[in-house]
């Protein structure tokens, strides 16, 4: 069988997803986690996808570690910065540095 993404869901859908796998789940940073139920899956192990016998235990954690961060957005934003170095930054037109044509 293979282990469902549970990162993004809240702790009681995340047991749910694996009892429904047949599947058992652990969080080594969440001592109570039987009784954890809004707060959000960051990483699990195995990943998304691994092939595992039925009572599998899979471990998810709810923080991220030491030196992990978790502040920041991760994915790309566009438009991208332009390419090739430093630019300086152009005035306004009309404003006190402009330079062009005079």
């Known amino acids: 069988m293979r ?3 549970l ?3 809240m702790a009681v859908d995340a047991r749910e997803a694996a009892r429904a796998r047949g599947l058992v789940l652990d969080a080594p940073d969440r ?3 039987h009784r954890t139920v809004v707060d959000y899956v960051v ?3 195995p990943q998304p996808g691994a092939e ?3 009572d ?3 471990y998810v954690w709810f923080d991220f570690g030491e030196g992990e ?3 920041g957005v991760r994915e790309p934003r566009l438009p991208r910065p332009p390419t090739g170095g430093l630019h300086r930054e152009l005035g306004e037109p009309g ?3 402009e330079t062009i044509g005079r």
């Open 43 to 45: 990483r699990q192990y």
């Open 95 to 97: 404003g006190t540095f």
């Open 7 to 9: 990162v993004g869901l």
């Open 52 to 54: 595992v016998p039925r």
């Open 69 to 71: 961060g978790g502040g």
């Open 31 to 33: 001592p109570d986690f």
């Open 56 to 58: 599998s235990m899979v």
């Open 3 to 5: 282990v469902p993404r």
